[in-house]
């Protein structure tokens, strides 16, 4: 993915900075988890202050024109971005711990089948 700096604007009193980038990119439009690492990484800042604001793609193009803020610190992060936003940004690392708690599930779920045939022969033999 290629990103270009189209504008930055700093706010001191909310300690963050709106940068709008221009992205060229291959295939599907990526996600937001793709957009918000290559933004820190471009801007140099940890990818726990970047919180992407919005992405406007055109139909039938593989550009897209992002904005992102970029904050100092994460008590400020987690105090002026709306709670959706911020869960968006870090649901994927939710998803990775629920995993083993789901692979578990599974398993019982798979024990219980085993349980259940027994049942059906206790009634077919009492008919």
Same mark, same amino acid.
């Given at each position: 993915m290629k990103?270009?700096?189209?504008?930055q604007v700093? $706010?001191?009193?909310?300690s963050r900075s709106r940068v709008t980038l %221009? %992205?060229?990119y291959q295939g599907a439009t990526p996600s937001r988890m793709d957009f918000k690492k290559d933004v820190?990484?471009?801007?140099?800042?940890?990818?726990e202050l970047v919180i992407? =604001?919005?992405v406007y793609t055109r139909?039938?193009?593989? =550009?897209s024109k992002v904005i992102a803020h970029v904050y100092q610190n994460k008590n400020d992060l987690e105090k002026f971005?709306?709670?959706y936003l911020i869960k968006k940004h870090t649901e994927k690392k939710k998803e990775e711990e629920e995993k083993p708690a789901e692979e578990e599930k599974a398993e019982e779920k798979k024990e =219980?089948?085993? %349980?259940?045939?027994?049942?059906?022969?206790? $009634?077919e033999e009492k008919k």
């Open positions: 990103l270009e700096i189209k504008k700093e $706010t001191p009193l909310l %221009a %992205a060229e820190s990484r471009k801007l140099g800042v940890g990818e992407i =604001k919005h139909f039938g193009k593989q =550009k971005e709306d709670e =219980k089948p085993e %349980a259940k045939p027994e049942k059906k022969e206790e $009634t």
